[in-house]
Nanobody, 114 residues
């Protein structure tokens, strides 16, 4: 089955930016709506953003709206999450997911420190 591998996580100061990438293996990436979730200790797993298979429609959690942008490039089998104006509360493991499947990446850690 398709395998997802995230990259781009790092430690940044508040107000900084990061761009996460999730690269999918195989030939079925464009069949899936994709999503970024995040998981922080002591918090529920949160859907951060998602994007339909065509890249036509996106949704964002209220907490990131206006700061984060999800996009995809089906020719590169990649979904991105551009994160701007990062805040301490954005600290989490960010995980890529193919909607309506059991396919998850391993995650990439984003840490926003003061």
């Amino acid at each position: 089955q398709m395998v997802l591998v995230e990259s781009g996580g790092d430690m940044v100061q508040p107000g900084g930016s990061l761009k996460l990438s999730c690269v999918a293996s195989g030939r079925t990436f464009s069949f899936y709506d994709m999503a970024w979730y995040r998981q922080a200790p002591e918090k529920e797993r949160e859907l951060v953003a998602d994007i339909d298979r065509f890249g036509r429609s996106t949704n964002y959690a209220d907490s990131v709206k206006g700061r984060f942008t999800i996009s995809r490039d089906n020719e590169k089998n990649t979904v991105y999450l551009q994160m701007n104006d990062l805040k301490a509360e954005d600290t989490a493991l960010y995980v890529c997911h193919a909607h309506y499947s059991n396919i998850w990446g391993q995650g990439t850690q984003v840490t926003v420190f003061s």
